[in-house]
């Protein structure tokens, strides 16, 4: 019920995002509930449709645990795009190919592995990285791209994620410091405890 009015949908759609978030994740109802919060403060904080943001997670939290990133660091990363216009399929199919290029490792592309390179990254250890700190290796990818020329960005963003997902990931390049903040958020047990 408390999601249900947080949200603005039924209470039961609610429960069944909650029954679904549980099997995706293995969670228990206690982080189901923590997840919740953590999407609403981030919509109530900084913008977006927390029904949105939630159907992001749902789609792609599952594969971002495969690939270190946890459903609440899925949903800094929803809400972000959300909040600039991004539609809710570009933004999970854009996060998703992001994650899978982030942890190829060893079977990245020789073009990635040359993108990689020009940033000073290795795609081995990011690999290894995206599931010890996802956050950080995000983060860090996205400071190497922006430090580069802007006509060298988006061939770059190119040769790591394929064109289809540019669209998702530009935003989170362009506002790299929205997207900081986000994932400060969704870590600071004060900053969402009780957000329902």
Do not use: C
């Not at 509930?33 to 159907?55: K, M, P």
């Not at 795009?81 to 570009?90: A, K, Q, R, T």
């Not at 935003?171 to 986000?182: A, E, F, H, R």
């Amino acid at each position: 019920a408390k999601m249900g009015v947080a949200f603005d949908i039924t209470g039961d759609e609610a429960g069944a995002m909650m029954a679904k978030w549980r099997t995706a994740f293995s969670m228990g109802q206690t982080d189901v509930n923590r997840l919740s919060d953590q999407i609403n403060a981030l919509t109530n904080t900084y913008g977006g449709s927390a029904l949105e943001v939630s159907g992001v997670v749902t789609r792609i939290g599952a594969l971002g645990k495969v690939a270190g990133v946890t459903a609440p660091q899925v949903a800094a990363m929803a809400q972000l795009l959300n909040s600039v216009g991004v539609e809710e399929e570009i933004a999970a199919t854009g996060s998703k190919n992001m994650m899978l290029a982030m942890t190829k490792g060893e079977a990245a592309t020789k073009s990635q592995s040359k993108a990689l390179k020009l940033m000073g990254l290795d795609a081995k250890q990011l690999a290894e990285r995206m599931q010890t700190d996802a956050s950080g290796a995000i983060t860090d990818l996205l400071q190497k791209l922006k430090a580069l020329p802007k006509a060298q960005q988006a061939g770059i963003l190119t040769e790591l994620f394929s064109s289809e997902p540019v669209g998702a990931i530009a935003p989170m390049l362009l506002n790299l410091d929205k997207l900081q903040g986000n994932l400060a958020l969704v870590g600071n047990q004060s900053a969402y405890a009780g957000s329902m």
